[in-house]
């Protein structure tokens, strides 16, 4: 970094058009949706928000939305070599799906209606390169969005046919996993004002020969061919006016080399499946001299799972899920000093079936249909009670057929003390009811159902401090307590012996984390945050899987005399808690990015090395592993060519 920095000194440039080299003014001014669904400039928001740009993408060469996430403060992500896991503010236990954190595709929830899982991996039905921007929202969104929002919200925001202006190709290689990539994007604004963007995606990878140790089976060995996985991915974006509509579509599958779910060991054909279809119909405009916004959207979702996993013989786990639904939001401006915010929304979840197939002897087939069905009326009122003093309360009230009623608040007080320094008190409340596998699945040999299982809540609790020292300087802490109720948890029934999905301990928190942003008017950006966390049951001991110390540090800078960029980032993650007992050491991690776009007009080429210095990690397995932990990808190479025209 010392050196690409002395270079970059070395041939300043002028200031280019991207955000990566945009001032810090600007890039604090970039406005965010996702936090109360209406645009806010960031220090408005009533949360430590973070905003990753799609230059910040191309700097650095993420791959998965995981990825770009975990370079944010308080993240930090785990893979089990079939799906990728987000832990925010020290939480995240190994297969727990992400049913604690909400993501949205332009506002439209990813969240399927059988796991309520939030994808982050290659199992993320959008393509990266389609995203303009990330909006991180830590901390409880229930008091806007409902269902899942305890941890954080995610929301993409997609690129438009105006913004691609054109068409696009692109090819990428990786090495040593033998993954080959493709896409072509075409995007115009035509004649008649109608703004169109088309994509179409596909991955297909080798994966690598890891061997295994496969526990309490006996069994350990070299997985030969078993990590292979394939991935398709459509996506297609009309507006025109106050209208708009999104259709998103993919279909991915994953080999599994890991005997997933205690299934027999290096067999060949095991493999988990996800395939989503998304859409959604929507209307914006404003009346009443522009002092009322009307949004008005419609929605369907469809997510179906497989997989195939062998016991002796081959069994298939199929689960379908469907469900529509409609929102209706106002905000008001008319009111002086107040920003009125109410809102309708309902989802239909139509189909939650499950079944348990076994291939070799249908006769022992198992069904477990599901229905149901979610409501929630919420209102926000962010009211400037001086210059330099808002507050904001909401609160939403949702029903759904599982826990009935429940209410989720949210207080907010922002103080702009000085015109570089604003505080933030903040305090909001979510929850979540169990989502239909956890209640409803049974397959009568290793789980049972639990009809009367109970929702979980999260009250969180935070102060944010973000200062500007200078024009090309920015300073944040944030420190925060939050308190979960009524853990959901695998344990076992008492009358059985089996598994069973149960309410838990208390779990609390508190944390403290701190981050600087600096450019330079070369183009340069340096941003770095270290965050302390402590998570602890309420009877004692602590969660697996739960860093206590996470520093990130990443830095991108034009190197003219090559006519590159590059990004550069190091991650730190200290020991986790892994099922055994045992702990996980800590580990650093160091990725790479070098990006030529000025060589030949329209062709940008770009090299990416992860894992720079080929550090061996692993991942704490969770209680459906046969491993206690699972090794990571050491180091790899990815080359990759876009062609605009």
């Given at each position: 970094?010392?050196?690409?920095?002395?270079?970059?000194?070395?041939?300043?440039v002028r200031a280019a058009s991207d955000l990566t080299q945009l001032s810090l003014e600007q890039l604090l001014n970039v406005t965010?949706?996702?936090?109360?669904?209406?645009?806010?400039?960031?220090?408005?928001?009533?949360?430590?928000?973070?905003?990753?740009?799609?230059?910040?993408?191309?700097?650095?060469?993420?791959?998965?939305?995981?990825?770009?996430?975990?370079?944010?403060?308080?993240?930090?992500?785990?893979?089990?070599?079939?799906?990728?896991?987000?832990?925010?503010?020290?939480?995240?236990?190994?297969?727990?799906?992400?049913?604690?954190?909400?993501?949205?595709?332009?506002?439209?929830?990813?969240?399927?209606?059988?796991?309520?899982?939030?994808?982050?991996?290659?199992?993320?039905?959008?393509?990266?390169?389609?995203?303009?921007?990330?909006?991180?929202?830590?901390?409880?969104?229930?008091?806007?969005?409902?269902?899942?929002?305890?941890?954080?919200?995610?929301n993409i925001v997609t690129r438009t046919g105006a913004g691609v202006d054109g068409g696009e190709l692109a090819a990428a290689y990786?090495?040593?996993?033998?993954?080959?990539?493709?896409?072509?994007?075409?995007?115009?604004?035509?004649?008649?004002?109608?703004?169109?963007?088309?994509?179409?995606?596909?991955?297909?990878?080798?994966?690598?020969?890891?061997?295994?140790?496969?526990?309490?089976?006996?069994?350990?060995?070299?997985?030969?061919?078993?990590?292979?996985?394939?991935?398709?991915?459509?996506?297609?974006?009309?507006?025109?006016?106050?209208?708009?509509?999104?259709?998103?579509?993919?279909?991915?599958?994953?080999?599994?080399?890991?005997?997933?779910?205690?299934?027999?060991?290096?067999?060949?054909?095991?493999?988990?499946?996800?395939?989503?279809?998304?859409?959604?119909?929507?209307?914006?405009?404003?009346?009443?001299?522009?002092?009322?916004?009307?949004?008005?959207?419609?929605?369907?979702?469809?997510?179906?799972?497989?997989?195939?996993?062998?016991?002796?013989?081959?069994?298939?786990?199929?689960?379908?899920?469907?469900?529509?639904?409609?929102?209706?939001?106002?905000?008001?401006?008319?009111?002086?000093?107040?920003?009125?915010?109410?809102?309708?929304?309902?989802?239909?979840?139509?189909?939650?079936?499950?079944?348990?197939?076994?291939?070799?002897?249908?006769?022992?087939?198992?069904?477990?249909?599901?229905?149901?069905?979610?409501?929630?009326?919420?209102?926000?009122?962010?009211?400037?009670?001086?210059?330099?003093?808002?507050?904001?309360?909401?609160?939403?009230?949702?029903?759904?057929?599982?826990?009935?009623?429940?209410?989720?608040?949210?207080?907010?007080?922002?103080?702009?003390?000085?015109?570089?320094?604003?505080?933030?008190?903040?305090?909001?409340?979510?929850?979540?009811?169990?989502?239909?596998?956890e209640r409803d699945y049974y397959d009568g040999v290793a789980q049972i159902a639990n009809p009367a299982l109970a929702g979980e809540?999260?009250?969180?609790?935070?102060?944010?401090?973000?200062?500007?020292?200078?024009?090309?300087?920015?300073?944040?802490?944030?420190?925060?307590?939050?308190?979960?109720?009524?853990?959901?948890?695998?344990?076992?029934?008492?009358?059985?012996?089996?598994?069973?999905?149960?309410?838990?301990?208390?779990?609390?928190?508190?944390?403290?984390?701190?981050?600087?942003?600096?450019?330079?008017?070369?183009?340069?950006?340096?941003?770095?945050?270290?965050?302390?966390?402590?998570?602890?049951?309420?009877?004692?001991?602590?969660?697996?899987?739960?860093?206590?110390?996470?520093?990130?540090?990443?830095?991108?800078?034009?190197?003219?005399?090559?006519?590159?960029?590059?990004?550069?980032?190091?991650?730190?993650?200290?020991?986790?808690?892994?099922?055994?007992?045992?702990?996980?050491?800590?580990?650093?991690?160091?990725?790479?990015?070098?990006?030529?776009?000025?060589?030949?007009?329209?062709?940008?080429?770009?090299?990416?090395?992860?894992?720079?210095?080929?550090?061996?990690?692993?991942?704490?397995?969770?209680?459906?592993?046969?491993?206690?932990?699972?090794?990571?990808?050491?180091?790899?190479?990815?080359?990759?060519?876009?062609?605009?025209?």
């Amino acid at each position: 970094m010392a050196v690409c920095l002395a270079l970059a000194v070395a041939f300043p440039v002028r200031a280019a058009s991207d955000l990566t080299q945009l001032s810090l003014e600007q890039l604090l001014n970039v406005t965010v949706v996702g936090a109360s669904k209406y645009v806010q400039r960031q220090s408005e928001v009533a949360a430590a928000v973070s905003v990753i740009t799609r230059d910040d993408i191309k700097a650095f060469g993420w791959r998965t939305l995981g990825e770009a996430l975990a370079s944010l403060p308080g993240v930090h992500i785990t893979y089990d070599r079939q799906y990728t896991y987000l832990g925010a503010r020290g939480f995240g236990l190994p297969g727990d799906l992400n049913t604690r954190v909400l993501i949205a595709i332009n506002g439209n929830r990813v969240n399927d209606a059988v796991f309520d899982s939030a994808t982050v991996g290659r199992e993320f039905p959008l393509d990266l390169d389609l995203v303009e921007r990330i909006e991180f929202i830590p901390g409880p969104g229930g008091a806007v969005y409902g269902q899942n929002a305890m941890f954080g919200v995610v929301n993409i925001v997609t690129r438009t046919g105006a913004g691609v202006d054109g068409g696009e190709l692109a090819a990428a290689y990786q090495s040593p996993q033998s993954s080959r990539e493709g896409r072509a994007t075409w995007g115009k604004v035509l004649d008649n004002g109608i703004d169109v963007l088309v994509s179409v995606s596909g991955m297909l990878a080798r994966g690598e020969d890891r061997f295994f140790d496969f526990g309490a089976s006996g069994v350990s060995g070299v997985a030969r061919g078993l990590d292979g996985e394939r991935d398709t991915q459509f996506f297609a974006h009309v507006a025109r006016g106050a209208w708009s509509f999104d259709l998103v579509n993919s279909d991915r599958r994953k080999d599994d080399p890991t005997g997933g779910f205690f299934s027999d060991p290096l067999v060949p054909g095991q493999y988990q499946r996800d395939a989503y279809l998304l859409t959604q119909l929507q209307y914006q405009d404003s009346f009443v001299d522009d002092t009322l916004q009307l949004t008005a959207r419609l929605f369907t979702g469809q997510e179906r799972y497989r997989s195939t996993l062998s016991y002796g013989t081959p069994f298939a786990f199929p689960t379908m899920s469907n469900w529509r639904g409609a929102e209706l939001r106002l905000l008001s401006t008319a009111w002086e000093s107040h920003k009125l915010l109410l809102g309708l929304e309902a989802q239909d979840n139509v189909q939650q079936d499950q079944a348990v197939q076994d291939l070799a002897n249908p006769t022992k087939n198992i069904f477990i249909p599901g229905s149901g069905f979610r409501v929630g009326l919420y209102g926000q009122d962010e009211w400037g009670l001086t210059d330099t003093l808002t507050a904001t309360l909401g609160l939403r009230v949702d029903r759904n057929n599982v826990t009935g009623t429940t209410l989720s608040p949210r207080a907010a007080l922002i103080w702009q003390a000085t015109p570089d320094t604003a505080l933030k008190a903040l305090y909001g409340r979510a929850h979540r009811a169990p989502n239909a596998f956890e209640r409803d699945y049974y397959d009568g040999v290793a789980q049972i159902a639990n009809p009367a299982l109970a929702g979980e809540s999260i009250d969180t609790l935070e102060f944010v401090a973000d200062h500007r020292v200078a024009r090309d300087l920015s300073l944040r802490a944030s420190v925060y307590r939050w308190s979960v109720r009524n853990l959901i948890i695998l344990g076992t029934d008492p009358v059985t012996g089996l598994q069973q999905y149960q309410s838990g301990d208390q779990v609390n928190a508190r944390g403290l984390e701190v981050s600087a942003d600096k450019t330079w008017d070369w183009g340069g950006r340096l941003r770095q945050s270290i965050s302390v966390q402590r998570v602890a049951f309420a009877n004692g001991g602590e969660p697996l899987n739960s860093p206590r110390l996470l520093g990130k540090l990443s830095f991108s800078t034009p190197l003219p005399a090559a006519g590159l960029r590059l990004g550069s980032e190091l991650q730190y993650d200290s020991k986790r808690l892994t099922k055994d007992g045992t702990d996980l050491g800590g580990y650093g991690l160091s990725n790479i990015q070098l990006t030529a776009d000025q060589w030949v007009k329209g062709v940008e080429l770009s090299l990416g090395i992860y894992n720079l210095f080929d550090k061996p990690y692993a991942h704490p397995g969770a209680d459906s592993n046969w491993q206690n932990a699972l090794e990571q990808d050491g180091r790899s190479v990815r080359i990759k060519l876009s062609y605009r025209f």
